[in-house]
């Protein structure tokens, strides 16, 4: 049978191609041509062959040739001559000197290319991860246009892809989508570039990282730019930074509370023995040594000198937290002090919650009332104290507080630790420096100066004049003050606040003197008796006045009888007063007013009082 004879020329297989196609030679004129491809041109065949592809390309043509003279194919090229085309170059398998140059339209690249030799990132495959990628990729060629672009990299932008393929990465600059972008210098530079920009249309803030792509002679052929969106990390930023300054000013507005209640509440320390309490507190606040145990009767001011030590040291604009120990029970007190995770306990906050040590920070943590924790948290806290770490209840985290400790108790620890009511670890842990208080009674030098600046307080704070007059001083020498300073700022407060008239002797006297035994009405020598009305009160003279303290100024009445008299008598018997209540016997009157012991029972006899009997 004779065999069909077949005949095809050149152009049948050209123009059967359905994409464009021309051979060039080495020095990119073109020697063939078919029909799709003429037709991009808008030219015949004939007026295409012959021409130069510097002609066709005029910007393009470059790259075309870079890649016909390093004698390898490329897949990609774009040309912005023909509405958007990429360009396939490919060496004739037997003659490197002619070139195939396939040109495809978008839509023919996206669903024809294979997997060839340069991995297509646009076969169906890759394009469904590309698009699908979170963060934005696009791809520029070595002059600086965009090649590829995702959908997340145009959303960024906050245009359609469409409008970013085949676009010079400057027309994003001029169209004011951006001041800056980083392909043009990672093509200069031959090298990653990393850096933030924003997209003014969407509002994005953008970490791009421009990656070259280089050829065999070391040219850049490709830029990759990888897009991150750090909006919101950004948002999360300034509302961490805006969090932080609140925290900072709350921590400063709390300095200065805890600051201004030092100063409102002024540590008075005249006597010899609260000087020396006072002394050893500014030691050791300079020294920050911790933990510091204050110790002292119930309302002798623990609680104020913990502050004072606070305001006196270099952590004096750090946070100052006080809790008290006694407020709150065993399980809550430790969730207070050591914090707790998320779902600790039934009723936890949901979102966990940091605890005493964790918030005071660099601060100072103030535990009142130690002596009420209890046995299994005392164990707690001195495993915190040994190495100033700890986890929060239900949590795996080690925290570490370089916080100042100072704890203060009313109680005995000595007779609890003995009663092993309280640790004595813990207690040695604690005692290292210790500071105590004197009572008020053991301290009379500073009952009035402390009076002084709570009248001066309460009288400008309610606009009230109000004096101690010299039977107010009196008065408040003479009493034992069991509660202390709290006590006797809490008489003064009543006193100005209640009191009918400007001196405060007659209500303080109301208030604050016990009646003698036999309930009889205290009288001066002279008769007159020692009343608590003011009205019957003859006020002294400060340079009658037997005291460190001078009183406020006072005048004599007018029309009695000798005042010199009177004003002796009545600080006679004043003295007597407070003699009666601070010794146990005669003899120790005698000793404490200078006189014999004969001499103190004429003058209690003299004045109606009953000697003391024997108090302990």
């Not at 990656?211 to 990759?224: D, F, K, R, S």
């Not at 600080?571 to 012991?597: H, P």
Request: with cysteine.
């Amino acid at each position: 049978m004779a065999e069909n004879k077949v005949s095809v020329t050149m152009d049948d297989i050209l123009n059967v191609t359905p994409m464009g196609l021309m051979m060039i030679n080495r020095r990119g004129k073109v020697l063939c041509c078919n029909h799709k491809m003429a037709t991009m041109f808008g030219l015949t065949v004939k007026e295409l062959n012959e021409r130069s592809i510097n002609e066709l390309f005029p910007k393009s043509s470059d790259e075309v040739m870079e890649v016909i003279k390093s004698t390898r194919q490329a897949a990609g090229l774009f040309v912005s001559e023909l509405g958007g085309c990429f360009v396939q170059a490919l060496p004739l398998p037997r003659d490197n000197d002619i070139w195939a140059i396939y040109v495809y339209d978008q839509r023919f690249w996206q669903s024809q290319l294979g997997e060839g030799p340069t991995v297509d990132p646009l076969t169906p495959y890759y394009k469904t991860i590309f698009d699908s990628s979170s963060d934005g990729i696009s791809i520029a060629d070595n002059k600086g246009r965009l090649i590829l672009v995702n959908e997340a990299s145009a959303r960024h932008v906050g245009v359609p892809k469409e409008e970013l393929q085949g676009k010079h990465v400057a027309s994003m600059v001029e169209r004011g989508l951006t001041d800056d972008y980083v392909s043009l210098e990672v093509i200069r530079d031959k090298k990653p570039v990393t850096r933030i920009i924003k997209f003014h249309k969407s509002g994005k803030h953008i970490l791009l990282t421009g990656t070259p792509i280089l050829n065999l002679e070391g040219q850049v052929h490709l830029v990759v730019i990888n897009e991150r969106d750090l909006t919101t990390m950004l948002e999360l930023e300034t509302n961490l930074k805006t969090q932080k300054e609140i925290l900072d000013r709350v921590k400063a507005e709390l300095a200065e509370r805890d600051l201004a209640e030092v100063a409102q509440n002024q540590v008075v320390a005249l006597s010899v023995s609260m000087k020396r309490t006072m002394d050893t507190a500014i030691k050791l606040s300079q020294h920050e040594v911790s933990p510091i145990l204050i110790t002292g009767e119930s309302g002798t001011g623990k609680g104020l000198l913990a502050k004072f030590i606070h305001a006196c040291s270099k952590k004096s604009k750090e946070p100052f937290i006080h809790i008290n120990c006694a407020a709150l029970p065993e399980f809550l007190l430790e969730a207070e002090l050591f914090g707790y995770e998320k779902g600790a306990f039934t009723g936890a906050n949901a979102s966990g919650r940091a605890g005493l040590f964790e918030v005071s920070g660099n601060g100072t943590a103030f535990l009142d009332e130690i002596a009420e924790m209890s046995l299994p948290l005392q164990s707690k806290l001195l495993t915190f104290l040994d190495n100033r770490q700890f986890r929060r209840l239900a949590g795996h985290k080690t925290i570490t507080a370089t916080c100042t400790i100072i704890a203060a108790t009313n109680q005995n620890l000595d007779r609890l630790v003995a009663e092993g009511r309280f640790r004595k670890d813990l207690y040695y842990r604690l005692n290292a420096f210790s500071i105590n208080i004197p009572p008020l009674r053991e301290r009379p030098e500073d009952i009035l100066e402390l009076a002084r600046l709570e009248v001066e307080k309460l009288c400008s704070r309610f606009n009230l004049k109000r004096e101690l007059d010299p039977l107010a001083f009196e008065i408040l020498r003479s009493h034992v003050f069991p509660g202390n300073v709290r006590e006797l700022l809490n008489s003064v407060s009543q006193a100005v606040v209640l009191s009918d008239g400007p001196q405060l002797g007659p209500f303080l006297a109301k208030t604050l003197m016990e009646e003698p035994p036999n309930h009889e009405p205290l009288k001066t020598a002279s008769g007159k008796p020692f009343s608590a009305n003011g009205h019957d009160l003859k006020p002294k003279k400060p340079s009658d006045f037997l005291g460190p303290f001078p009183p406020t100024q006072a005048q004599p009445p007018e029309n009695e009888g000798s005042p010199l008299r009177y004003f002796i008598e009545e600080t006679e018997m004043a003295n007597l007063i407070q003699a009666v209540k601070r010794c146990r016997t005669t003899r120790e009157m005698a000793e404490f007013l200078g006189i014999s012991q004969a001499g103190v029972s004429r003058k209690l006899k003299k004045y109606g009082l009953k000697p003391p009997r024997n108090k302990r």
